[in-house]
């Protein structure tokens, strides 16, 4: 079974600062999907940023950007210069590519971002 | 477009009642899903439908648990009776393309006393 664990249950980051937030897994697999999600106190899970295996350039958006290691199961969430609204529950998760593609999530890290 | 709807937003019952949740997905979306993310954890996967069928219900507690799709549009999830432990927040999500990733509504937040 595939396992995500984010080893940082809280961060803090002061604003305009940068911060990375970890992520490893477990699979046998060699195709999937990684993803993080944003969960602010609204509940919403909000996709911040996705990366298909096959893939060795790491996805950007915007400020977000990823640092995958397909070889060592890494994940890691990179936030470049912080803002109070991204103070969050942070989700990593994974797809396996199957007939069900069911996506498997971590336990969280909690960011805040001080002022 | 308009995202993934659900209601109620809270319900609180007391253990051995009943209590049913509502999800509208995005339209056009054929996969639904429902979490049960408990306070402090990660979401975990009890359903997933592929229009009205399901693909894998393998998580769910199937002695007071079910779900339906009728029509493969919206789908309702019951607890029956529910237990303390049910205390969690239940997400809906829907996906037209699973590389895409998936679309999530806020939730129903259970708390059973």
């Known amino acids: 079974a595939q396992t995500v664990t984010q080893s940082q249950p809280e961060m803090s980051v002061q604003e305009a600062e940068t911060v990375t937030l970890s992520c490893t897994y477990d699979t046998s697999e060699n195709n999937y999907y990684l993803f993080w999600y944003k969960q602010p106190p609204s509940r919403q899970m909000i996709l911040v940023i996705r990366q298909e295996a096959y893939k060795q350039q790491n996805a950007t958006e915007n400020r977000f950007s990823v640092n995958f290691q397909k070889a060592a199961k890494s994940f890691s969430l990179k936030i470049s210069d912080s803002q109070l609204g991204d103070t969050a529950m942070y989700f990593c998760?994974?797809?396996?590519?199957?007939?069900?593609?069911?996506?498997?999530f971590g336990a969280g890290t909690r960011l805040t971002v001080k002022p | 477009e308009a995202g993934v709807a659900q209601s109620p937003r809270y319900k609180i019952i007391e253990k051995r009642q009943s209590v049913a949740f509502w999800c509208n997905p995005i339209?056009?979306?054929?996969?639904l899903y429902w979490y049960q993310q408990i306070l402090g954890q990660g979401p975990k996967l009890l359903i997933q439908?592929?229009?009205?069928?399901?693909?894998?219900d393998s998580q769910l507690p199937k002695d007071r648990f079910s779900a339906e799709r009728l029509k493969g549009v919206d789908s309702t999830l019951k607890i029956q009776p529910a237990k303390l432990e049910d205390s969690a927040v239940y997400l809906c999500?829907?996906?037209?393309?699973?590389?895409?990733?998936?679309?999530f509504g806020s939730g129903t937040r259970l708390t059973v006393v």
């Open positions: 998760a994974f797809m396996k590519l199957n007939n069900n593609n069911d996506m498997r």
């Open positions: 439908f592929q229009n009205n069928g399901v693909v894998d």
């Open positions: 999500a829907s996906s037209l393309e699973y590389a895409l990733g998936y679309t």
């Open positions: 339209s056009g979306h054929a996969t």
